[in-house]
């Protein structure tokens, strides 16, 4: 079992930034495809960022390139999302989620495990 928690999420105002933090526990961390995708109201999950277990590859969706920013701690059982330049259409529920097919996937079944979801606001 893994457990994943989000933090980080809260109001803010068009150009801000807020960090997205998610803490993972249970099965090896180190290993791990770690994911950050968002889901507004009356839409379906989407794709935001990914990364590998050793932080050298990430995949960005296109909307988010050259705002967000993901990385990871593995000695802190860690993965962050800077997120910058934020947009009011930025504003949804943002999940972390981990898993171990060894690919960096943008899609939601390539993840075994997914936190509660951390609410991010961006008001204009």
């Known amino acids: 079992q893994v457990q994943l928690v989000e933090s980080g999420g809260g109001l803010v105002q068009a150009g801000g930034s807020l960090r997205l933090s998610c803490a993972a526990s249970?099965?090896?961390?180190?290993?791990?495809?770690m994911g950050w995708f968002r889901q507004a109201p009356g839409k379906e999950r989407e794709f935001v960022a990914a990364i590998n277990w050793s932080g050298s590859s990430k995949n960005y969706a296109d909307s988010v390139k050259g705002r967000f920013t993901i990385s990871r701690n593995n000695a802190k059982s860690t993965v962050y999302l800077q997120m910058n330049s934020l947009k009011p259409e930025d504003t949804a529920v943002y999940f972390c989620a981990a898993g171990w097919k060894n690919i960096i996937a943008t899609v939601t079944y390539a993840y075994d495990y997914w936190g509660q979801g951390t609410q991010v606001t961006v008001s204009s």
């Open positions: 249970g099965r090896t961390f180190s290993t791990s495809i």
